[in-house]
């Protein structure tokens, strides 16, 4: 089945305590995308890639960071949590030509204490 | 830069009447795509519908189309012949020349029986 996991689901954290959020997909896309949602302010973009090894800064990047080593995994890192970043986030994959659909994960909702 | 403005924070809609989601985009990029996103009470992101600027008939895929209004750039999700499921959040978005998805704030859509 065709999908993009998110893990963990559900986090909630301190101020200050680093924390990764992993996202994977299973179709080969190469381009996957991180958003944050906030109520009143639709989805943001926080980083995107179009490929291994390449990662793009999206409209509120500060304050994370990401990798893509492989294919396949896109993960999410808060060096430095802090209450501002409580959201839900998504991650995203798609085909080179985002004519195709975008698929999300389920969602990672982040409560930062 | 571009912008997504959704109007209609909510709605509320009889079931089985038809409904229109208003959605207008401000791009300078000549090349550029629309799309629509539903967003369950569940929380997942589920794709409706996209529109590409340099498509002549207006997109359709079940219940749902797209009216198209280049000139006025306006792209509304028509949902016909609603049903209690139809209840969500719906999110506008446009694809940039940086390949990054906009997003509007989207509407809150409630069906009433």
Known sequence: EAQVTQNPRYLITVTGKKLTVTCSQNMNHEYMSWYRQDPGLGLRQIYYSMNVEVTDKGDVPEGYKVSRKEKRNFPLILESPSPNQTSLYFCASSETDLQETQYFGPGTRLLVL | ?113
């Open chain 2, 1 to 113: 830069a571009q912008k997504i403005t959704q109007t209609q924070p909510g709605m509320f809609v009889q079931e089985k009447e038809a409904v229109t989601l208003d959605c207008t985009y401000d791009t300078s990029d000549q090349s550029y795509g629309l799309f629509w996103y539903k967003q369950p009470s569940s929380g997942e992101m589920i794709f409706l519908i996209y529109q590409g600027s340099y498509d002549e008939q207006n997109a359709t895929e079940g219940r749902y189309s797209l009216n198209f209004q280049k000139a006025r750039k306006s792209a509304n999700l028509v949902i016909s012949a609603s049903q209690l499921g139809d209840s969500a959040m719906y999110f506008c978005a446009i694809l940039d020349s940086n390949y990054q998805l906009i997003w509007g704030a989207g509407t809150k859509l409630i069906i009433k029986p």
